[in-house]
Structure formats: C-alpha cells, structure tokens
C-alpha cells in the first residue's frame, strides 16, 4: 500500500520543510512579480536577462518556469500565480503548437506543467485540448518497428532515443486516463520496455542516448550523450531513470520498472555519498576538474520521494533519508534564497563538455521546489 511521503517524515524533517517552504514562498513570489510572463532559463549575476519567450519559444525547459507558477498556485492559493501561467501557456506555447517542426520528444517538458497542470487545477477545457493535442505528437513520434519514441528531429537521428524521455511518457499515461483510450498507454509501455532492456546496465547505471536501425529496430549503439564519454554515467541521466522509471511503475503497476527505478537509485546515491549529495556532472568523469550539476540532484531526490511513496513499508525509509539528505546538501551548498535575487539552485550544469557550468538553471528549481512542497502534502502531481 502506498503511503504519501507527507505522513512519513520524522518532526526534524517536517520542520525543515516548514521553514524552506517559508523561504520558498517569498523567494518565488518575488520572481513572479518580476518575471511575470517572461520564461526565465539561467539567471545571470542573480538576474534572468533573457527571456526565452521571445529568443527561443521551443526550448525543451520553456515548461518549467510555469510549471513553478502553478505549484505555487496550489500551494498558496494566491491567484497572482494563474494569470502569468495562463499567459506563458495561451501565447508562447501555443506559438510552438502551431510550429509543427519544433515540437519533439519533450513535449511532456513543456506541457504537461502548462496546460495540464492548468486543467487539473481549474478545470479549464482549452488546457485539456492541449494537452491532448501534443499527446498526440508524441505518440506519433513512436517507431513501431524498434517499439521506441524518437528522440529530436535532424537528419540523421531517426533511430534515437534517450533516457530523458521516461519523464515525457507521463503525458500519454494522462492522456489514456483522460480519453479512455489505451494506445497512448500503450505506446508510453512498449517504449519503457525499450528503454529497460538497452538503457538501464546492470549495475544501475545509465546510458544517455541509444541508436537502433530506424527501418529495423536493431540496437547500434550507445554514444556519448551529455556526459563525459560514451559508457559513462551523465547524473542527470540516472536521475531521469530514477523517477521515470518509477512514475512508469505507478502508471501500470508493473515490478520492472519498480525494480529498475530502485536499482537506479541504489547505483545514484552510492555515487552522491562520495561528494555530499551534490551529484557530479558525471559520475565517472576525471577527478579534476571536479564539475557539479545539482539539477540531477534535485530530480533525483523527487524520484526517491516517489520510491518512498511506492515501495512498502519495510524499504521506505532508506529512499525517504535519501531524499531528505539530498534536499538538505542542495539547500545548504548550492540555494540562493534571497528573494532580490534571482535563481534558486546554483552550481547546476547543462553538460560536461562545452557547456554551462556551475550556473542557477530553472528547472534546478523547479525539481526543488516540487519536492518541498511533496514533503508537505502541497504539490499537484504534475506527472
């Protein structure tokens, strides 16, 4: 039976909670009232300077920022948060829509925390027809031969697909739930088993990317994705696996992808126990220069609250105190809490090579902030 993370957590943690809640309500409530509709990506010496609204309406993290709108809706009740979110999702992301050739594997990114989240929030049906619109790319995007969802969209990558998109696959769970029809179910299933049997290794590491003959199926290879090398460990990889895995569990009930989201989340935080909680970029980078990326660490302490919540009674409290111990090493070492600042989480970093590092990313924040407000009993499930 499973049993909320709220109900769980020792009176040391709830008060934690308590109080980085506190600071969480003030430091968002600030960025809204600066940011409004604006899409906020890397906040700059503690100011987002561009707006991704205008300068790169598709980007794949464009749902994030409204997706904090909305938990902060719920959260607070503070209707201040709905007219941007609403903004955000009726202007720039239906510009993307229309945009047919922008969209992609991440679709569930963008809109599961914009307009699903605002349908199960008010009920509104323009949100719902959205949602079930880019439901429908997604499942188109489903090769039925190599039984995966392609990932992105040049010329050359017709047979890719990548460990992120476990957290897209949500959509088409809701989208089955909603319209009673099983092929988007379906589709989000033969895809899981995909990426089961060639992205998760046995020792519960993960690749990033996997390549198969677009005409046959055939597995090719696995190369180097975000991370240091080909059969390296990229963080936020095994982080995605971990709550993608395990959100796939809650969907359908099936011990496979329960068993792979905790072998994953084993092989994460025995790795996270060697630098405090914070994740390295990769876990099997050289020792120097030492590079963190804390987003893998927000999204892995969400997909361990998700385990908490899952698994039975005798295995929660090992994913509950590493959640709890995550949360806190973020707060502590990498959170600007100062609501004149912009950018939560800092020392995030998009990839190992030619990449930003050690930058504020705002779905860094966004993960954070989700699992705050779980602990809380306060969150939409967004996914």
């Not at 600066?34 to 309406?57: H, M, S, W």
């Not at 969400?302 to 995550?326: C, H, K, N, S, T």
């Not at 990313?361 to 499930?381: H, K, M, N, P, W």
Request: overall charge negative; aromatic content about 12%; hydrophobic content about 45%.
């Amino acid at each position: 039976m499973s049993s909320a993370i709220c109900d769980q957590l020792t009176p040391e943690d709830a008060q934690w909670a308590a109080v980085t809640a506190a600071k969480l309500e003030a430091k968002f409530a600030a960025e809204r009232d600066r940011e409004g509709a604006k899409i906020p990506y890397i906040a700059v010496d503690g100011r987002y300077e561009e707006n991704l609204a205008e300068t790169f309406p598709s980007w794949w993290t464009n749902g994030f920022w409204p997706g904090i709108l909305w938990q902060m809706f719920h959260a607070t009740g503070d209707p201040g948060y709905m007219a941007p979110a609403r903004t955000i999702e009726e202007t720039t992301l239906d510009g993307v829509i229309a945009a047919y050739e922008k969209l992609d594997h991440d679709v569930g990114f963008l809109w599961l925390l914009s307009a699903v989240a605002d349908w199960k929030l008010t009920r509104n049906e323009a949100s719902r027809t959205r949602g079930l619109h880019v439901a429908t790319v997604l499942a188109g995007r489903f090769n039925p031969i190599g039984r995966f969802i392609r990932a992105w969209n040049e010329m050359g990558r017709e047979g890719w697909a990548i460990v992120d998109s476990m957290m897209n696959v949500p959509l088409l769970f809701w989208a089955t739930d909603e319209t009673g029809d099983p092929r988007f179910a379906e589709v989000a299933r033969l895809h899981a088993d995909t990426m089961l049997k060639n992205v998760v290794r046995a020792d519960g590491s993960c690749n990033h990317i996997v390549c198969f003959d677009p005409a046959t199926g055939e597995f090719e290879e696995a190369p180097a994705g975000q991370g240091y090398e080909a059969g390296s460990s990229w963080s936020r990889g095994q982080a995605w696996g971990i709550f993608g895995f395990a959100r796939a569990y809650r969907h359908t009930g099936d011990e496979r992808y329960l068993d792979a989201a905790k072998r994953i989340a084993h092989y994460f935080c025995s790795q996270v126990a060697l630098t405090g909680g914070i994740a390295l970029v990769d876990f099997r980078q050289p020792a120097e220069p030492k590079v963190f990326d804390a987003i893998a660490s927000c999204v892995a302490a969400d997909g361990l609250i998700e385990l908490a919540e899952l698994v039975p009674e005798a295995e929660r409290a090992f994913y509950r105190q590493w959640a709890m111990l995550i949360l806190r090493a973020v707060a502590d070492k990498a959170c600007d809490f100062d609501p004149a600042r912009d950018g939560l989480v800092q020392l995030c970093s998009d990839k190992y090579h030619d990449g930003r590092i050690h930058v504020p990313i705002v779905y860094a924040d966004y993960f954070f902030l989700e699992s705050v407000l779980r602990l809380q009993g306060r969150a939409v499930d967004m996914w």
